[in-house]
């Protein structure tokens, strides 16, 4: 998941920085959430246990994209004189 949040980072987020890597994280969180859903119809789940899976997974996207954001610079054009 790192990478591939790297390289969505890399491609979609020309700007940078932490809170536009912490944003990105937070929706790619949010798209993650229907994974839970679908295992919370198919196991013996409580809600508290999904409202927990819902919060980790919105912490830990936007943690990883904040990271990644304040570590990852793109690299600069080169110009030939």
Known sequence: MAFFLTLLYARFVPMGGAGAGAMLG??????????????????????KILCGWFVGDLLEFGIAGAIIGAIYKPAQAQTIP
Do not use: K, R, Y
């Open 26 to 47: 937070i929706l790619i969180g949010l798209v993650f959430i229907g994974n839970n859903l679908i295992a919370f119809a198919v196991h013996p789940l409580t809600s």
